[in-house]
């Protein structure tokens, strides 16, 4: 994953969705993305682990503004925002979960 994205800030009226209020993970997906199928799986598992996670997931092919917006360029690709909806990581590509936890350890 890496590391801080300038200060970039997502909210609720980006993402369609509640902010968790610890930290959140934002998924792009779009529909025949298979490893968004996993990338789901294993980010609805960490943040039901962790408690004040809350998982969103964003449909790339409809939010083509947002994705122009924050340089997203393949699906998946994970977000994680602190509490203030600052991107602090991201990674493109499937994590693995142990990555998602550690990412999770800087935004809370």
């Not at 993970?25 to 980010?43: D, E, G, I, M, Y």
């Not at 997203?72 to 925002?81: F, G, Q």
């Amino acid at each position: 994953m890496h590391g801080p994205d300038g200060g970039q800030r997502l909210g609720a009226a980006e993402l369609g969705a509640e902010l968790g209020h610890r930290a959140t993970l934002v998924q792009f997906s779009s529909a025949f993305c298979r490893p968004c199928h996993a990338t789901r799986r294993t980010l609805a598992e960490v943040a039901g682990m962790v408690d004040g996670v809350a998982h969103v997931e964003v449909d790339a092919e409809a939010r083509l503004e947002l994705v122009r917006d924050l340089g997203i360029e393949s699906t998946p690709t994970v977000l994680v925002l602190d509490a203030d909806g600052r991107v602090v990581r991201r990674a493109a590509g499937q994590p693995r979960r142990a990555d998602v936890i550690a990412a999770l350890g800087e935004a809370v």
